[in-house]
Structure formats: C-alpha cells, structure tokens
C-alpha cells in the first residue's frame, strides 16, 4: 500500500509501534499456565473483599468470572441491560462445548484440541492462549456437571460426545440442542447464589456506556464505569479496582445476524475510544446453517445448530432449472453434495468459513434454492432423508427434535419430509478488544473476556469452542490473572468529583441530549439497516479493495447523515428503547468503518476473512504468512476537532496500527486443507 | 393481511394506563409477532409518536425476554415465545389485544414491559448447587442414570419467561419454582442441598407475592417449552420430605 506525505497508508490509517504480550512465561508451552498462575501474585482472603471488581456483561464470560470472584471473597458489581442475567445471549447457543477429555479414547488429548483450534482459526491465533484454553477445558465439564448443568448421558450414565464441524474426534459436550441455555444457567446460578451471599451486587436494565480512565501515560488505570439505569434513565457512576468487560461480540454492525436484538459493541466500542486497542476486527464467522431471509421485515436472523451438519447432507441441484422444482422430484444424479465432492475427507463437516463461501458460490452460479430474495435464491438444502432412512425418524428427533421444530415454527415447512432450506448468516466475530496473556487491554485494570476480546480463535472458530472460551476464561482464566493486577497495583484514592470521573460523566449527558435533540427525518432502526446492507455486501463473505473503499465511503456518509437526521423520541429520564438503540447503533458506525479499514489493510484470505484478491486458482483462501501472521491492534485517534467543540459524528481520526506478530513455536505453520 | 391491534399503553407505573386502538395493513403471514409490532413502531416513530416499549432480546424462543399476553393467552394462540410466533397464526380482519404480563408480583414498568426480579430472587434463595469453582471432581466420578438425567434436562429448559406466573388465575410462579426444584432434585449433586432449598424457595416464592398453586394447569398449558405439571407435584412433595426431616 502506499504511503502519502501525511503519512496515512491509503489515506486511511497511521503505521505504529509493535506490539506484544509479556505476561506468558517463558519455557515449554505444556508449563505456562502452570507457572504463570504460580507467578501471579495472591490477594490475602482478609483483603479481597475491600476490594472491588466492575464485570460488565452476565454471559458465560462475564456470569462465570462475577459468580467465581464473588466466591473467592472480593466484592463484584456485575452489569447486565437485559432484566436478569439469565438473559445473555450465550442462552442461545445450541450445538455443544468442546473439551480434552478423550472420554472415547479416540486419540483426543489438550495437544490435539490446541492443534485443532490453531488450525481451525488459520494460524492467526496466539499459540499461548490457545493451548490455555485446551488445558483448561476439561476443568470446565467437570465444573458444570458439578453445578448440575444436565449434560446429555448414555444409558450408562456416562457423558455422552459427538463430533462437531471441522474436527475428527467426539470432543462435544451437548445438552441436546440448549447447550448454551443449560451452562448459561449453571453459571446464572453460582451467580445468583453470590449474590444471596452479598459478595455481588446485581444490576440489570443497567447499560455501561463509559469507562472510566483516571491518570495519564504508564500510570493509567480503569477505575469505573458511567452506566445508565435504562429503567429510571439516570446516569450512575460506579467506581472499583478493576474493570472486566465481558460484552460479547459485535455482529449487530450487520444488522441482520443470529445475535439477540440487544447486543451490541457500545462497552468495548467505548473502551476503545479511551485507549484500549481493538484487535482484527474484521474477522467475522459467517455461520453456513441459518435459515434464510424472507422478506424485507427480517429483524433476525436464527442459527441452526451445525451439529446438523453431523447427519444432514447438503445439496443443491446440477441444474439452474431445476432450483424451483420440489426437492424430492430432483434425481439422486441431479443432485449435487458439493461439500462432500469437493472435500472428500471431511465432506458437510468442513470449517465454518470454508461451508459458506461454498454456499455463496453455488447461489452465485444461480443454483440456489428457495424463494427470490433480492434478485437470486439465496438457500441450499440440508436433507435428512439418508438419516432417516438409516438412524429412523424417532433416533433423529430425539437428536434434532427442537431445531427441526423451530424450522417448522419459522418457515412452516416440514423438515422430516422436505428438506430444510440453509443460508449463511454473521454469527460471531473473533475480533475484539486486544488482550495480553492475562486478558488485560492496552488499558492497567481493564480486563476483556469471551467473545469481547480477541484472544483466542484466530480467523474464525471452530464449532463447540465459543462456550468453551467463555467459560475458561471466566471461571478459570480471569480470576487467576485479575488477582496479580489487584494485588500488585498501587490503589489511589478516586471519588466522583475527580476529573477523570466528572468527564465521563458528561460524555455520556451530553451524547445522550444530543441524541434526542436531533429530531430528524429517518428511525434509529433504518440507519441500523441501510449499515449493515453496506457490511454485508461489501465486509461480508466475500471483500476486495474496490468494495471495502466505496464502503468506507458510504459508511462515513451514513454516520454524518446519523447525527443530522436520526429520530429519537421520548424523554432521558424514562425507559426509552429507541435512545438505547440509537447509542448503539452510533457506536456500530464507527465500528463498521474500523472493520472496511482492517479488512482493506489485510490484503490475504484468512478464515473468516476472504479477499477476493487472495485466492488460488480453484478458489482456495490464500493466506500470506510472510507478509501478515500479526495480529492487528488498532489504537483509536481523535477526530481532528477544529472548533473546540465536540464533534458527534465526525468519529474518528486515522486509527494507528500496532502489529503483534504470531510466532508458532509449536505448530508448523501450514496452509490449510479439509480436502 | 389487515388487522386491527388494542395495545396497552403505560407511560410508567404511577400512570393508570389503557388500551389503544392501533389499525396495521398489509402484513405478511411470514412476520414474527414482533416483527409486526417493529413495523407499527416505525410507523409511530415517523408520525412523531413515541413507541411501544417490549422486551426481547434473542427472538429465537430461548432467553425468556420477551412475553406478551395477546387476546387474552400468555404469548398467543400457540404453544411457543411471542417472539416464535408468527402472524401466519392469525386471520385478516382479526382484532388482537395486546397487554403485559398480569400479576402483583410483575410490577409494570411501562407500556408492555413488566419487572420480573421476583424470579430471579427466587432462584437466589437456594436454586443452584454449591460448588465453588475449582471444586468439582472430574465429571464422570458420579455416573446418573438416564432416566434420571432427562427429567432433570426436560424441567431445566424452563427459560423462565414468566408466561407460567401470567396464565395463572392465581398469578403462581409454582410451575418455575418446581421446574427448579425438580432439575436440581434429579441430580445425585442436587441432594446435599435439596431440604433446605424447597423450604426457602418456596418462602421466598410465597414472599414476593406469587400466589398459591390452584391446580388449574393453565401454567403448563401456557409454557412455551412444555413444562409439565407434575413438577408441581414434586414440588409438594419435596416440601413435605423436607418438613418431615425438621427443615
């Protein structure tokens, strides 16, 4: 790319300094966690519960982490906007959590889960955290089952596994299809009981929209949060030792994606504007088993577990001509598995990515199925009839009995004698706020769990490994980093009338008056819609630089447009969920243009991100090891403010690019192959 | 479709509130329920009124957020979420009535949303298993027999939406409280606890001013995910064990 004399590589962003983590121990990687736990300094039980910790988000990152250091005697505030923390959006998470346990003695062990996720996320992960999280995921299953989290059994009354996209081995822990639902609730519970015992103090309808930074340079530390009380609409200040945002992922940029209506970017979008690094946020996992659009109403999309993928066999027909004919008319020979032609080893369970693109590609040729959306069919089939055939309808029903029910509620069609209809949708994003080896940002005494940071799935994630890295990091990972960073950081005295406190404080009054003092022509949700059009044509499956530039462009329009023209009635002082909205959705337009301008920057194709200017002759994802094995840190530049007033909407400066290389100690890095 | 929609209005909980009369045209029968109401909301938006205020969050059946009582049945006509349900389940010309969830124990906050704390102050007072993080023995020291296992799956899908509580001419919330109890019950890890927990919870249930079980079986009728009765059942009798044993 080219530098020009202002010295913005295409005009868009700034080269910084490298970038690394220095808190994994040195010595062989097996040893690391061992040691640095051993390293990490201890907070006397006496001193903990003076100490207090704020856990933004109740998922399994931010329920586990509250419910564990409110056990461990510290004093913990957790947040979530939703009315109870069972409500987070982990819930809906189906097919399973993945965990070394080798109950089936088919060679699984931590050193194949590590070796798996690494390749499974495109050799764009850190080798450190990744074999962490394969250490501990055993731990978790056993934790769970102690919290009574009904896991499915064998008739034995033995843990049960199956195998899930993109692996070899049964690894999957599964409670049918509401795996999510069942750990979301167990760890609900260890937070519930704290909460009894007065260790975590519970605030729900409760939306973080600042973070609270006091000090200057190396002396930095995050002190707090602003939250709105979205119920009485007053602007509350909590102040505490440390910070954990565990917020989830962003995929709402896209406005249609299998995330709850709620969730959003605003906790970590904010944190980043105070200094936190956001890392490769254009890896997003487009998730190939969803069920279609059909119509312009769409508000969501819904995700089907891809464990379908386990005995569903996907098809389109040969031929464009026979896309409109039903299904069961089309010939054995007409039909074309082409997951199973092109990748014959691994067949329907190939990566995630890898399903989707080939999904895009068949639709692409015209071979799509399913109603005309747009101006194409936008669907391939997913048929049971094999299944059927060989397991019975009760054997599949007892597997798959509550997917194929909510298909039949969603679409009205019967999946048990028609094939279900699939289509990928945005489904979780590997990208997020940049962490150290002890999940702290780029800001002292901010911490980033789960799917709100970067950690540890690369360019895209492997099936069953979402619930595993949320778990692990809260039940296991945080509390045992947190506690060095609250034992070893000098605590200063911080009240609600420091500055750092006031200025927050009146970020957040006065983005809140200047949303409702707009009042202008267009909803809060049609500029959420017209952005995520612009994502997903131009930062969506497919990207070149062609379409990432005219995004950015339109992106910025869309933004300035935002803040001039958007409609938000109501009142400040009263539950107004088009204000909540409209906060988030302002965060999301400047999100989405930081991901054109990562994506722009990553001329490759890796996992989850593909550029079309990056691929082999048969259409292979072509990753430049020598040019981009890093991790890309963006650091958050002011608006140039000319007037000296705030300026909504501008947004944002040219971002700096910090680059943490990748160095595989342990895995030979290779270009992958499900062939 | 064209339909003709009388939706409670509440600006907040000292407002007395009412039923306002709103007329949709041209809906698909592919909509979800909720769906529907984002389209009227629009349309107020654009006409400068405020919108409905609704809780949902997943709008795939799963996190209990959202709960509305249309024509007069805990999330509609089906058996399924609000946000599940499709206006496909509707004729044209139909008038629907649209309101919060009603009990003592759901205060309104405004117009359709209710506060459902007391729920999850239940679940405080003793629905879980104690078992501190790092605790747990490996996950196969305690084999439970299938049977077992499943029951404690089938009252664990509870998703705890209230829709129990609001079908119930009594306003109970003893269908959530024994799907609790009979989830953890099941389990060989529920035992140690299982005395203690019924007495509170159900103390805590009765405080929060949830009214009594009348045996009218509208709460598993109501139940998106089929909670069956019978938890009630062993709701009771694992009150009167617990009593037995002096708790």
């Given at each position: 790319m080219t530098e020009n004399s202002s010295g913005l590589v295409h005009g868009l962003y700034r080269d910084g300094a490298p970038i690394a983590d220095h808190k994994a121990p040195a010595g062989p990687i097996e040893q690391k966690w061992t040691r640095r736990k051993f390293e990490a300094a201890l907070v006397n039980p006496a001193n903990r519960r003076k100490m207090s910790v704020i856990i933004v988000g109740t998922g399994l990152a931010g329920g586990a982490a509250a419910a564990t250091l409110g056990e461990a005697g510290y004093h913990v505030k957790s947040f979530c906007f939703q009315d109870s923390p069972r409500?987070?959006?982990?819930?809906?998470?189906?097919?399973?959590?993945?965990?070394?346990?080798?109950?089936?003695?088919?060679?699984?062990?931590?050193?194949?889960?590590?070796?798996?996720?690494?390749?499974?996320?495109?050799?764009?992960?850190?080798?450190?955290?990744?074999?962490?999280?394969?250490?501990?995921?055993?731990?978790?299953?056993?934790?769970?089952?102690?919290?009574?989290?009904?896991?499915?059994?064998?008739?034995?009354?033995?843990?049960?596994?199956?195998s899930f996209g993109g692996v070899q081995v049964s690894r999957t822990f599964y409670a049918r299809g509401q795996t999510g639902q069942q750990l979301l609730i167990g760890a609900y519970q260890a937070l519930e009981r704290q909460v009894a015992a007065g260790t975590v103090e519970q605030f729900t309808r409760h939306e973080m929209l600042e973070v609270i930074v006091d000090g200057e340079g190396s002396e930095r530390r995050a002190r707090g949060i602003i939250a709105r009380d979205l119920v009485t609409g007053e602007i509350e200040t909590h102040l505490a030792d440390a910070v954990v945002l565990a917020s989830g992922g962003y995929g709402n940029v896209f406005f249609l994606s299998t995330n709850a209506m709620g969730s959003n970017v605003t906790a970590t979008w904010r944190a980043h504007r105070k200094g936190a690094h956001f890392a490769n946020p254009c890896y997003t996992q487009i998730h190939p088993t969803c069920i279609p659009v059909a119509g312009e109403h769409q508000s969501k999309l819904t995700l089907m577990s891809e464990s379908l993928r386990n005995d569903?066999?996907?098809?389109?027909?040969?031929?464009?001509?026979?896309?409109?004919?039903?299904?069961?008319?089309?010939?054995?020979?007409?039909?074309?598995?082409?997951?199973?032609?092109?990748?014959?080893?691994?067949?329907?369970?190939?990566?995630?990515?890898?399903?989707?693109?080939?999904?895009?590609?068949?639709?692409?040729?015209?071979?799509?199925?399913?109603?005309?959306?747009?101006?194409?069919?936008?669907?391939?089939?997913?048929?049971?009839?094999?299944?059927?055939?060989?397991?019975?309808?009760?054997?599949?029903?007892?597997?798959?009995?509550?997917?194929?029910?909510?298909?039949?509620?969603?679409?009205?069609?019967?999946?048990?004698?028609?094939?279900?209809?699939?289509?990928?949708?945005?489904?979780?994003?590997?990208?997020?706020?940049?962490?150290?080896?002890?999940l702290q940002s780029t800001i002292p005494g901010l911490f980033v769990t789960g799917e709100a940071n970067f950690s540890d799935h690369g360019a895209n994630r492997l099936g069953a490994s979402a619930l595993m890295q949320g778990l692990a990091d809260g039940y296991f990972v945080?509390?045992?980093?947190?506690?060095?960073?609250?034992?070893?950081?000098?605590?200063?005295?911080?009240?609600?009338?420091?500055?750092?406190?006031?200025?927050?404080?009146?970020?957040?009054?006065?983005?809140?008056?200047?949303?409702?003092?707009?009042?202008?022509?267009?909803?809060?949700?049609?500029?959420?819609?017209?952005?995520?059009?612009?994502?997903?044509?131009?930062?969506?499956?497919?990207?070149?630089?062609?379409?990432?530039?005219?995004?950015?462009?339109?992106?910025?329009?869309?933004?300035?447009?935002?803040?001039?023209?958007?409609?938000?009635?109501?009142?400040?002082?009263?539950?107004?969920?088009?204000?909540?909205?409209?906060?988030?959705?302002a965060d999301f337009l400047e999100l989405g243009e930081l991901m054109c301008i990562d994506a722009l920057h990553r001329r490759e194709s890796c996992g989850g991100h593909f550029r079309a200017e990056s691929q082999t002759e048969d259409g292979e994802a072509l990753r430049h090891d020598d040019e981009f094995a890093y991790v890309a840190a963006w650091e958050f530049t002011p608006p140039h403010d000319t007037d000296g007033e705030t300026t909504f909407g501008a947004g944002m400066g040219a971002p700096v690019l910090h680059k943490e290389d990748l160095t595989y100690e342990f895995i030979e890095l290779k270009q992958r192959s499900y062939k | 479709m064209n339909l003709t929609l009388k939706i409670w209005r509440q600006t907040g909980p000292d407002d007395t509130g009412g039923l306002v009369t709103y007329r949709m045209s041209d809906i698909s029968p592919d909509m979800s329920f909720l769906e529907m109401l984002d389209v009227l909301n629009e349309k107020l938006n654009a006409n400068g009124e405020e919108p409905i205020a609704f809780d949902s969050d997943c709008r795939e059946g799963i996190c209990g957020m959202c709960g509305l009582m249309i024509s007069g049945h805990a999330h509609g006509p089906e058996r399924t979420t609000t946000c599940?349900?499709?206006?496909?389940?509707?004729?044209?010309?139909?008038?629907?009535?649209?309101?919060?969830?009603?009990?003592?124990?759901?205060?309104?906050?405004?117009?359709?949303?209710?506060?459902?704390?007391?729920?999850?102050?239940?679940?405080?007072?003793?629905?879980?298993?104690?078992?501190?993080?790092?605790?747990?023995?490996?996950?196969?020291?305690?084999?439970?027999?299938?049977?077992?296992?499943d029951r404690a799956f089938m009252a664990a899908e509870c998703i705890g939406c209230g829709a129990c509580v609001a079908a119930c001419p009594n306003a109970s919330g003893m269908l959530f409280l024994g799907a609790k109890i009979t989830h953890l019950g099941e389990l060989p890890q529920g035992q140690p606890e299982r005395d203690a927990r019924v007495v509170s919870m159900v103390g805590q249930h009765d405080h929060e001013g949830f009214g009594g079980c009348t045996n009218v079986g509208a709460c598993s009728q109501a139940c998106p995910k089929g909670i069956p009765q019978d938890v009630i059942s062993q709701l009771n009798k694992d009150l009167r064990t617990a009593l037995k044993h002096g708790r």
């Open positions: 409500r987070a959006h982990s819930i809906a998470a189906q097919g399973g959590i993945n965990a070394a346990k080798n109950y089936k003695e088919d060679g699984d062990s931590v050193q194949r889960l590590f070796y798996d996720t690494v390749k499974g996320g495109d050799y764009r992960s850190r080798e450190t955290n990744v074999y962490r999280l394969a250490e501990v995921s055993a731990n978790i299953i056993d934790q769970c089952v102690a919290q009574g989290v009904p896991f499915a059994r064998e008739y034995g009354g033995l843990l049960d596994n199956r569903g066999r996907i098809w389109v027909p040969k031929k464009r001509e026979d896309c409109d004919k039903d299904p069961r008319d089309i010939a054995e020979d007409d039909r074309d598995y082409y997951l199973e032609r092109i990748y014959p080893s691994f067949g329907n369970l190939v990566p995630r990515d890898i399903a989707s693109r080939q999904a895009k590609n068949v639709c692409d040729e015209g071979r799509g199925v399913g109603p005309v959306v747009g101006d194409f069919r936008r669907g391939v089939y997913l048929d049971f009839a094999d299944a059927i055939a060989r397991l019975g309808e009760d054997a599949v029903r007892n597997k798959y009995g509550n997917l194929f029910d909510m298909y039949a509620r969603i679409t009205g069609e019967d999946p048990y004698t028609t094939p279900m209809r699939i289509y990928p949708a945005v489904h979780y994003t590997m990208g997020g706020l940049w962490v150290d080896y002890d945080l509390p045992n980093t947190i506690r060095d960073y609250l034992a070893t950081s000098p605590a200063t005295p911080l009240t609600e009338d420091s500055p750092a406190v006031v200025g927050a404080r009146r970020e957040v009054e006065e983005r809140t008056e200047r949303l409702l003092a707009i009042n202008g022509e267009r909803s809060v949700d049609s500029f959420h819609r017209e952005l995520g059009n612009i994502m997903w044509e131009y930062c969506g499956m497919e990207r070149s630089e062609e379409g990432l530039l005219k995004a950015i462009d339109l992106i910025r329009g869309l933004r300035a447009e935002f803040w001039r023209n958007v409609r938000v009635l109501g009142a400040a002082d009263t539950l107004n969920q088009s204000l909540e909205k409209a906060g988030r959705v | 599940q349900l499709h206006m496909r389940s509707f004729k044209n010309g139909d008038t629907i009535t649209v309101e919060p969830w009603r009990a003592e124990a759901f205060p309104i906050v405004r117009d359709l949303v209710v506060d459902r704390g007391g729920l999850d102050r239940i679940i405080q007072a003793g629905g879980y298993i104690s078992a501190n993080t790092g605790s747990a023995p490996d996950a196969h020291a305690t084999p439970v027999p299938k049977d077992n296992a």
